[in-house]
């Protein structure tokens, strides 16, 4: 047990603020539509309730994915995430039903109120300034990497949905959630205004509908992600970057092979390259570390580094590089 609340320090951060601030919005959301009984409200505390409970996934598998390779299990836990995450998929996806089915139901016997319209809207907006603060949070993780002269201010925003393919997955979960629950209390906001002052009343109902479809494409995209970490994916931006930055080692004369495997939050990497025949024993080891140093300064969690030499067989493998090779 101490180890697993040790290991929880290792857990994605943005994922534990988005599952305390939506488990906060919940029970909000709950005591508001209890009082109201709006069905945009409903499908507001759903949404809620169901990225509070992925986000608690996500933080805790996020951490247990950093447990050490065992005897039992000499490969890691890394791929640990993309298994809890996939069961997290199954929550979302009840959610996200019984949101369409509620919304359909309003659709059909929708009936014009003004009652708590002021609370309402208090709610919800509420609900968006907490959401924005935790999408933030997840955009600060993303762009972690990056210069903070080029973060400042609004320039995170670009960059981070520029940048949100390279995110680790949990980081990437609560990304494209609470980019759907933002939309979704802007929707669900917009839709109260809209059958409380016209004569569309089903309007909240057409709200909760959509906001279960968006919360089925989230599932869909959650599932397709974490499929493939499970699997084992290639990193291929990642695998370019680091055959580029090696390819500028003057003893290098090739990569003949490479493989960038994301585990979790982890990369593993193997790669051949080609050298000339007549090197000797020293030099190539001086290349290992070189090429180890290279990747572990500029690429974060990478695990283990397996390389291997080949002699030069004058065949390219590797797209050259336009950047003039230091001088030894």
């Known amino acids: 047990m101490r180890e ?3 290991l929880m320090k290792f857990g994605a951060k943005s994922a534990l603020w988005a599952a305390i601030i939506n488990t906060i919005l919940g029970i909000i959301k709950t005591a508001a539509y209890l009082i109201t009984g709006n069905v945009a409200m409903f499908a507001e505390m759903m949404h809620s309730f169901g990225d509070a409970a992925n986000q608690f996934f996500v933080f805790i598998g996020s951490g247990l994915s950093k447990k050490s390779p065992t005897e039992r299990f000499p490969g890691g836990f890394g791929r640990l995430v993309n298994l809890v995450l996939l069961g997290a998929v199954l929550i979302v996806g009840i959610l996200a039903y019984e949101t369409i089915i509620e919304g359909i139901h309003h659709i059909q016997s929708a009936t014009h109120s003004e009652d708590w319209f002021w609370l309402n809207v208090g709610v919800l907006g509420v609900a968006i300034i907490l959401e924005l603060f935790v999408l933030h949070k997840a955009m600060k993780e993303i762009t972690h990497n990056l210069p903070k002269e080029q973060t400042k201010g609004m320039k995170i925003v670009p ?11 949990a980081t990437k979960l609560v990304f494209l959630e609470d ?15 809209i059958a409380t002052y016209t004569p569309f009343h089903s ?5 909760s509908v959509i906001i279960g479809i968006m919360l089925v494409v989230v599932v869909g995209r959650i599932f397709l992600d974490n499929a493939a970490g499970v699997l084992g994916v290639a990193d291929l931006d990642m695998e370019e970057r680091m055959g580029n930055e090696i390819m500028k080692h003057p003893k290098i004369n090739d990569i003949q092979d490479m493989a960038v495997i994301r585990e979790g ?6 790669l051949k390259v080609e050298v000339e025949p007549d090197m000797t024993i020293k030099e190539a080891d001086e290349i290992r570390e070189y090429i180890a140093a290279e990747i572990n300064k500029r690429v974060p969690n990478v695990t283990d580094i ?6 030069d067989d004058d065949i390219v493998h590797w797209k050259k590089v336009t950047t003039q090779k230091p001088v030894e």
């Open 4 to 6: 697993l609340f040790g």
């Open 159 to 169: 960059l981070a949905y520029k940048n949100v393919k390279n995110a680790n997955p």
């Open 179 to 193: 980019n759907v629950a933002v939309g979704g209390a802007v929707l669900a906001l917009i839709a109260i205004v």
């Open 203 to 207: 309007a909240t109902g057409y709200a």
């Open 265 to 270: 939050d982890d990369l593993h990497v193997e």
């Open 306 to 311: 397996i390389i291997e030499f080949d002699q």
